[in-house]
């Protein structure tokens, strides 16, 4: 109702837009616009950055339009040649059409004119991809998406030289490429175009902006609210196993925008994916926002387009790579193309925050635009400051209100800890609830273990997602969680899974030295409660600060847990004996566990069991409570793996059978170092003597944990009440403690 | 008899100069000078990088000054505190004592008196320490070596504040500290001192530089040719199996600048261990240089100290790091200290190269004495120049007769092959004959494994070597070489091995396109000749360089070869079907093959294997030339390895059985990379259709490769003549090839 409200309304104030302007709209009005070109051109010579960009775009494209335009008959995936020459095109003719308009150069339009003449005479009559593994086939490439990505990049291409262009060039191509390649990937691809997904914002943004260079309101209609009547049923699956078609879903670009960014920005397939959706997002925005500003598309939703920038800025690890939540790949980091384009932009429409341009110095590039120029003359001009993160949590859901990511950070990124208690994340989410990473700097101390898809490289499954994604990368075993008799979260369901979330119990990065993040899970294994508790503490006896880890479990049946550590780095040592198979031997049958071989396994020696390793030069120490029946794990990745898609990574595991309620705790401590040039180690001992459960009741759980030199800290949450006001006091051995607030430490 | 008679012209000599000085020694005199520090305290200011490495000096120094001197009474191994204690002492003394030569100021010479006075009160009473594992224990330290150290170091700072003490303070010091430590490392300790041996070289220099400041003739003399009669048995072995006495060893330090340097500077234990012993040699050479010039030890061997700087620079990666060859650390690498003694060093007395500064401008420290001076001010102005490593076969043996290693590298670097030829190398030598390992820029694509043993990390054994260090390390299956019936190189028995080398069949770099190495080894599996001949090529059709490697062996005994590569990276496929078991086993039980695992075994499914992977963002494929009976086997590292001493290293193994003659023929071809910021996959497909063996017989060896696009270029080896001037010619095909010297490549 609401939304048919906003339509109508909206139809009749583009009929006044265009009513209004009689005379035809300027060009290139899309990304670039007529100012500012004249504002870039005025400005050669003076902003170094912008003049470096210019060289290096300039230079690719004069080797391009050295070696010939080329549009092969598609036949390849990803990896091959066809896709790699169409993807290279758009790539080239997008930033060719940038240089005629800042150049004044034919020889750029000329190039850009013959391309698209030449994909007219072939799209006129090209049939269906041959490959046939999509859901959504493209015609150019094998899957809709990667034609989306074309006509967003040659939208761009188009706009640039289309007073360039004769009448009749132009007639041709919007009739013969534009519009029907518009509608393939929309009205003859519902499933692919009419869904909440960074696909369909792919497809969104391409036809919206062909529709905003030609001029095509309907186009541009069915690029914000999506095709009315599709005629799909509800359900249907994607390659990925995501669901194509939700009762009662929203579409269109509005709805992309709405349902997958929280208000915080967080976008709920996770950054990785959020890295990709981000250039489409904001592209098309900032053509609105050029083109039709009266529709406020770039403030959307309180701004959440540049409010997703700075949450996605915020996921990454002090080198700016990306934490792998979902399915991300490794090594993904602000130094990609699409984060140039959002840094830039939201620099320039956002408040002019000086940090983003250390960022922009960091990626060593612009966007030819007035933006990317606008970053370039505030770099000149010795404005750009440090980009600082600090703690930040992100909630996830339309309204926030389906759980988030929990970040916390001491020092300057010296120790990072990302937790999940979120939603699931559409079709690339993880059966992984209340999971964690830590970091330190930009070095993985628990790694959350990413994708398993070697992305664009043909040899491996024609870069798609492997099998192991799902046998694997996805389990809740692969995971720093709480397996449960040996199945995954919601059994794997999506269907269920994507229903629910976990719930924030409180977050406080208030003090500096004590920042605690604390969420609880009812629905991954019915019957049983998780409440973990993940705290950053610097504390003046500990060389570097710590991370504690209170899993509190209540279920009203027994159950076997598994709770894995997967360290990264060499074993030092542990206080326990284990026995080391000759023989390795998988773990388990399904769920992730058919890949784990069983390298060690032991039995606590003492209340604690410590364990430690040596990772980048840098020592770090697990200490966890350990009943005395307990099995200790030392895993291995690989098992079952006959094409060698899995990495040989290591894990350490906590295994408690039988059991109904238990609190698992443990301190990663980050301790010392190693240098194989000085050879010095320095302080690879752990500085925990003793780690203790003082108290744990429905109410209260408190940890002590005593130092080699005898001193104590008491660690104590309260269970039940995470009011910031609330008043507590507890009585441990005859001593009462007294605090105001979710936790108390001292 | 010739020893002899030098000794007695030496002692002639020095009885000349001794007269000839009446005057007593100026102080200092040994590293510093006192014409050096009247030079250095009137350019300070002046040399930049000499200002600030003694800010960085001066700094450490004072916190340990403010910290207080503690001399703990020695109980620890390596990794504890009385270790580490005693070694931070000698260190800071040492500085101290510089920075009150420069500085002037009393306190530095008051903490080195102190310091000195406080041993002299302790090494008294002292008893030998209670560390009991090693063959020739130290009082400070668990074994004499460390306590070498401390004495190459302390006679140092003893030097810089000789004048500084009384008479009466010096006495006492000389008396019952110096002297008596001087006599407990050499005459209590022959096993330990009267070897060559890196252990004996600390020892030697030891006693020799303590000598040259007490002006003590006969701990210079004991320090120069040994301990004459020593009354050691032949034989006898130390911690790490090498042996103590040799018969008709000479002994000292001469002897120990003699025979483990080739005329080349190649030190036979190899560069991690000629890094560790090029401080004492260097700090004597220049202490002897200083005060007895006459000797020539600095000189000695036509230069062959300087001469052992440039090999042990040119045994590096390109990142500065160390070819792990034998006993190796990896990690370790130009930057440390030892090496900006010797760069300092070698640009002073050697001919002022200015390749050597670009080195100091890295290590970004120099040392604070003439030398360190001499590099700050060059550098100031301006004289650096890129050090630039070309190909380079580095003799092995004292008169360079005894094999070597061969380096071949293409371009800056970015192809370096790695091919060990030589003598076994003492003690830490490995069983790999003619193996190799192979680096594109500063990653290793094979590698060669390095050591068994984390250097200082007291957890892993005390940071001695462990035991994996023997069963793994040093066996023959772990080097890129070929294994014989599952048996090492001269059945791993030390003493045969010792007394055999390779031998170089020639050498020919002079081509920047086309390199050769090529060996023979015919003592490691007596009845079976190895001849590998190994080549880095750079063909127009193909994008980068790549390397051949053709592998001929003869046998009178039919045999099961196992021909092993240790890739470095993620498999991304193979043309040949391997079938991956679901329980892995170890390969063997013993030889080193009870640490691999099984993790997949395949049989050629054409006339080449082919074997591609990912490491480090680039691509590689193997291509080698498979009969149909081949294993072709994919191992894992790990098995039996119950402390995880070992990483999870993959290896890719041609197993051959039942076999006398045959010859391996391989390509290791880089191509095209991967970038995870851009995700795109350029070249990641092998270059080369077809590698043939055309011709192999006695006297000649041809091999084709064809690339993709059909293009062929031939590769004939003439295995019997290596002169550059023999004219050969072989007919193929019906088609006559002729050529002069030992290959043809076109």
């Known amino acids: 109702m609401y939304l048919k409200k906003i339509n109508t309304l909206f139809v009749m104030l583009s009929i006044l837009a265009t009513s209004l302007t009689i005379k035809a709209q300027e060009h290139p009005s899309l990304i670039l616009t007529k100012t500012g070109v004249e504002k870039i051109r005025s400005n050669l010579g003076n902003a170094p950055l912008f003049d470096a960009t210019l060289e290096k775009v300039k230079k690719v494209v004069d080797k391009e339009i050295l070696a010939g335009i080329d549009t092969p008959i598609p036949k390849d995936f990803s990896g091959g040649y066809t896709h790699y020459r169409h993807k290279q095109n758009f790539i080239i003719a997008q930033k060719a059409g940038v240089l005629y308009q800042i150049l004044e150069d034919e020889k750029y339009a000329i190039y850009v004119r013959d391309m698209l003449l030449q994909y007219e005479a072939m799209y006129k009559n090209l049939p269906i991809h041959p490959q046939e593994r999509s859901y959504a086939r493209g015609k150019l490439f094998w899957q809709c998406l990667n034609d989306s990505n074309w006509l967003v990049y040659m939208s761009q291409a188009y706009d640039t030289i289309y007073n360039f262009l004769s009448e009749e060039e132009r007639t041709k191509l919007e009739d013969n490429l534009f519009r029907p390649f518009a509608d393939y990937i929309s009205l003859e691809n519902p499933k692919f175009y009419n869904r909440v997904h960074n696909h369909s914002t792919w497809g969104n943004a391409a036809v919206g902006m062909i529709g905003l260079v030609m001029e095509d309101e309907e186009l541009i209609q069915r690029a914000l609210y999506g095709i009315e009547d599709d005629g799909l049923p509800i359900g249907g699956l994607d390659n990925d196993g995501g669901t194509i078609k939700v009762e009662g879903q929203k ?89 140039v384009t959002a840094v830039n932009i939201a620099y320039h429409y956002g408040n002019k925050n000086p940090q983003l341009l250390s960022i922009s110095q960091k990626q060593n590039e612009v966007l030819l635009d007035e933006s990317g120029l606008d970053v370039a003359i505030a770099i000149r001009d010795g404005k750009a400051k440090p980009f600082t993160k600090n703690s930040i949590n992100l909630s996830d859901g339309i309204n926030g209100k389906q759980g988030g990511v929990g970040i916390l950070r001491y020092g300057n990124e010296d120790l990072t800890l990302v937790f999940k208690y979120a939603a699931q994340g559409l079709s690339h989410g993880h059966y992984d609830k209340l999971s964690y990473s830590l970091y330190e700097k930009g070095d993985e101390v628990l790694q959350d273990y990413g994708l398993s898809r070697f992305v664009n490289i043909g040899q491996k499954g024609g870069g798609n997602y492997l099998k192991e994604n799902k046998t694997w990368a996805k389990t809740t075993i692969a995971h720093n969680t709480l397996s449960q008799n040996g199945e995954m979260h919601f059994n794997g369901q999506y269907q269920t899974a994507s229903t629910k979330h976990s719930e924030l119990y409180f977050f406080d990065a208030s003090k500096a030295d004590v920042q605690v993040v604390s969420a609880t899970e009812v629905n991954a294994y019915p019957g049983t409660q998780m409440h973990r508790t993940m705290a950053l503490i610097k504390d003046e006896n500990f060389e570097k600060a710590f991370m504690l880890d209170i899993m509190k479990v209540k279920s009203s049946t027994k159950n076997d847990y598994d709770f894995p550590f997967y360290y990264m780095g060499q074993v030092i040592n542990g206080n326990f004996k284990w026995d080391s198979p000759s023989h390795l031997v998988p773990l388990g049958e399904n769920n992730g ?128 009440n995470a009011l910031a006001s609330a008043k507590h006091s507890l009585l441990i051995n005859n001593k009462e403690y007294q605090w105001t607030g979710p936790y108390y430490y001292k």
Not at 279 to 285: E, G, K, V
Not at 297 to 313: F, I, M, R, S, Y
Not at 663 to 685: K, M, Q, R, W
């Open 593 to 720: 566990y058919q890949h784990l071989y069983l390298e060690g396994k032991g039995k606590p020696a003492a209340n604690n069991a410590k364990f430690s390793w040596l990772g980048n030069g840098k020592f770090y120490t697990l200490t966890s409570v350990a009943n005395e029946k307990d099995e200790l794990l030392l895993t291995r990745l690989g098992a079952n793996d006959p094409d060698f898609n899995l990495r040989r990574d290591a894990g350490f595991m906590i295994r408690r059978k039988d059991t109904d309620n238990t609190t698992f705790v443990s301190v990663i401590e980050p301790h010392g170092s190693y240098s194989p040039v000085s050879e010095a180690s320095l302080n690879s001992n752990s500085h925990i003597k003793n780690l203790d459960i003082v108290n744990d009741d429905d109410d209260y759980t408190a940890v002590s944990i005593t130092d080699v030199k005898g001193n104590k800290q008491l660690f104590i949450l309260s269970n039940k």
């Open 251 to 339: 579409k269109g670009f509005f709805a992309n925008l709405d349902d997958p960014f929280s208000p915080d920005g967080y976008y709920t397939e996770g950054p990785y994916y959020q890295r990709y959706a981000m250039y489409p997002f904001l592209i098309f925005a900032l053509g609105m926002e050029n083109v039709r500003p009266d529709l406020k598309v770039l403030q959307h939703k309180d701004n959440v387009l540049l409010k997703g920038v700075n949450a996605l800025l915020n996921l990454s690890d002090a080198e700016g790579e990306f934490f792998p939540l979902n399915d991300g790949q490794k090594g993904m980091s602000y130094y990609t193309a699409s984060l």
